[in-house]
């Protein structure tokens, strides 16, 4: 993420923490905000496009607004997004935002790939085992990968954990070329 993204992230961080906004409803409004941004070509386009002037994408952006629900103060935060000619950057701020969010609960996003579908009992102690390495609450996101033969590699931010056969094998030959 880009420091744009994270300035406009911590903007709006910043008001959840006064309590003014609840968190879950700016996240799921910039979420379904950035979906539609990359679902409708068109609507990227004409709020991105110098050519259409600020009246018009504000119609847009109400429209918008009033279609999806979204909270006032994210439909305030898009119009200041898209006069400033930011559009393009909204779904790296809501990336962003919900990033610092879970980073200000103590909780951190492990990204985790493992080679089949893992029993509940697996998680559970894959979770613990790293929630405890790492002394913070997770946020697992699983996903398969059957390349990796067996095992699981864990992204937690910048770090990752490789307990992959792929992984052990890629080691092994390096070593042994080495």
Known sequence: MGVIEQRYAEALADLVARGGVPAAEISRDLAQV????AER????????SPA?????KRAVLDALAAGAQLAPITRNFL??????????RIPG????????L???????????ASARTL????????????????????????RLQPDLVGGFIARVGDDVYDASILGRLQRLRHQLTA
Do not use: K
């Not at 950035?34 to 941004?37: E, H, P, T, V």
């Not at 259409?52 to 018009?56: G, S, T």
């Not at 119009?79 to 393009?88: D, M, S, W």
């Not at 879970?102 to 985790?112: H, Q, T, W």
């Open 52 to 56: 259409v002037n600020w009246p018009r």
């Open 41 to 48: 070509n068109g609507l990227a386009t004409v709020l991105a």
């Open 119 to 142: 029993s509940a009992a697996e998680r559970a102690a894959l979770e613990q085992a790293l929630a405890h390495r790492l002394g913070r609450q997770l946020e697992p996101h699983y």
């Open 102 to 112: 879970l980073e200000r609960r103590g909780i951190v996003r492990a990204e985790i």
């Open 79 to 88: 119009l200041v997004v898209v006069q400033r000619g930011r559009t393009a």
């Open 34 to 37: 950035g979906a539609m941004l």
């Open 93 to 100: 701020i809501a990336r962003a935002l919900e990033q610092l």
